[in-house]
């Protein structure tokens, strides 16, 4: 009873924070947020009251599902959020959290170093050769007879509200528990689960060998989503706006990118999950925005982009 107890409570505060930060975020931009309401949006409904309503089942169900079979699993494996379940329990968590803190810093700095060198200037021509044809081609359009009749359709993919610090904090908090409940407590969870019952140990938890290739099928799959889902939401753009998209990267930068932008992070946040819990890899993430926004902002003012 006790053990039922605590995973509702547990489950309640985790799909509230995620719920909270959705909603708060939802309320800031004037675009969709989420993969439905945005493919509406691509296909000319844009009605507001139904781009509204999809995005609160969506997130009210994704999180629903998420939270609740990621927490089964977890808990299952000895995996989880180990600090809201002592502090859930009234139990001390001071130690435990300090012990995250560093961590957790360390790795979401090094992740926003990496994920800046793609844009840096000395890099550019590797990763993004064909930067100048997508400026020139962007002109071409900007500049074709249909001009009105394309701003008109731009203008529902592009919040022209500014940018605050705030909102950019909201926008990173709201990723970086979304992302990670999905990607580490709910499917890195479920995939060690199967490792450990494959390799039949006889605690019914993973190795560590069966936890990294845990993180490492998350990272794959990660970086899959990532291009299959940046590939669609080009082509549904370019097709809504009438006009076709003639600059292609190569595969093997497409994967190259994909791999900067997804596996490494997925890496990193996994052994977080691993060793420390959720809350570890939550603020992770949420580090490595903030500190690759200033690197960018600090990049731009040398002029290094």
Known sequence: MMEKRLFWREFWLLWSAGAITG????????????????????????????????????LAVELAIVVSCGLLAAHRIGLGAPIVEKWLCGEPIKSQVRQMLLPSVVVGILLAVISLLPNLSVFRPVFHPNRELAHQEAERIIESNDKAKLAEKLGRFVDERPLRFTSLAVSWLNAAIRVELFSRLFLLSIIALIFAKITGSPSGTPNDRALFSAVLGVAVIGAIADVAWRSAITKMIYSSLGVINVVHDSSSLVIALALLRTVLGAIGFGWLYVRRGIESAILSAFVASVVAHLLFKLAVAVRLV
């Open 23 to 58: 909603a708060i975020f939802a309320s800031l931009v004037r675009i969709p947020t989420t993969p439905v309401a945005t493919i509406l949006l691509l296909r000319d409904r844009p009605q507001r009251p139904l781009l509204v309503g999809t995005e609160a089942i969506e």
